[in-house]
């Protein structure tokens, strides 16, 4: 086994949004945000968003809007060259921190039906399919609703 990598989160600031726009489409490709979408989700009061340094390098991110007690997880994300060494388990304690941190008591999200390496994730996290939407994604694809209480 390798040595485990360090990683920082920290607070997401506007200056960090070309950085986090590439990552984006790294993880993402045709479901990433456009940047000014991104810009706009920055800034807006009722979202909060991190990013996870190696290094001074940002390799992840993720966000949460906040809905009263409850957390709708917006985006969550590794770097390709960072999968698989824990740190998506490690970015779902902090974001799951950071709902609690804003007064969020249970957490909701999507994600695509064949997105087996982030259902495993949050199957670990006790995280249940709730729902599933038809044609969610832009190729059509269904996604599963998934939630828990934090
Ligand atoms: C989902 C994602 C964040 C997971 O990040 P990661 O750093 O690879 O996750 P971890 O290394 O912490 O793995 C967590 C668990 O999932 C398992 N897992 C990860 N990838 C897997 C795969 N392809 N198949 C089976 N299990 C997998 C790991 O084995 C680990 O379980 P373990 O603790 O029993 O070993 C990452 O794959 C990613 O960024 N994907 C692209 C963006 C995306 O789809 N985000 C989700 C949007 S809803």
């Not at 489409?25 to 009061?45: M, Q, R």
Request: a negative charge; glycine letters at 10%; charged letters at 25%.
């Amino acid at each position: 086994m390798g040595t485990p990598t360090e990683i920082v989160f920290r607070k997401m600031i506007p200056a960090d949004v070309d950085a986090v726009n590439k990552l984006d489409e790294k993880c993402f490709g045709g479901d990433a945000w456009s940047l000014a979408f991104l810009i706009s989700e920055v800034k807006n009061p009722h979202c909060k968003y991190l990013v996870g340094e190696v290094d001074g390098k940002i390799i992840a991110c993720a966000g949460i809007e906040i809905f009263s007690d409850e957390a709708e997880m917006t985006t969550f994300a590794v770097a390709p060259e960072f999968q698989g060494r824990g740190l998506g388990k490690r970015l779902l304690e902090e974001t799951i921190c950071l709902a609690k941190k804003f007064g969020a008591t249970s957490m909701i999200f999507e994600v695509r039906c064949s997105n087996i390496p982030a259902l495993h994730v949050y199957q670990k996290f006790g995280f249940r399919k709730i729902g599933r939407i038809k044609n969610y994604y832009y190729d059509s694809e269904d996604a599963l609703t998934m939630g828990g209480e934090i």
